[in-house]
């Protein structure tokens, strides 16, 4: 299982678009522990979304697309639908 997530940094006011396979919830661990620099100052991070995938390359390449987006009102939308996974 592969999946793509969407988590949220109250304090810098930013969404990171990410994917993984070892599970959202591991790696949300790992980005609120301080081992990516990419989300290293946005501690503490929450997720807001999750799709999953039979494989890493249909993860990766949503991660893609969503990034190519560049759009904050696109992100939210998706955190919004009805395919996000992750419910709160």
């Known amino acids: 299982m592969h999946q793509t997530y969407i988590i ?4 810098t006011d930013t969404y990171y678009v990410g994917s993984t396979s070892v599970g959202v919830e591991k790696r949300l661990e790992r980005h609120n522990e301080g081992w990516s620099r990419s989300t290293k100052f946005g501690r503490p991070w929450v997720i807001k979304y999750i799709k999953s995938f039979d494989t890493k390359s249909e993860a990766l390449k949503w991660e893609n697309h969503i990034k190519r987006q560049k759009s904050r009102v696109y992100i939210e939308e998706l955190i919004n639908s009805e395919e996000n996974e992750h419910k709160e």
């Open 8 to 11: 949220y940094s109250a304090g």
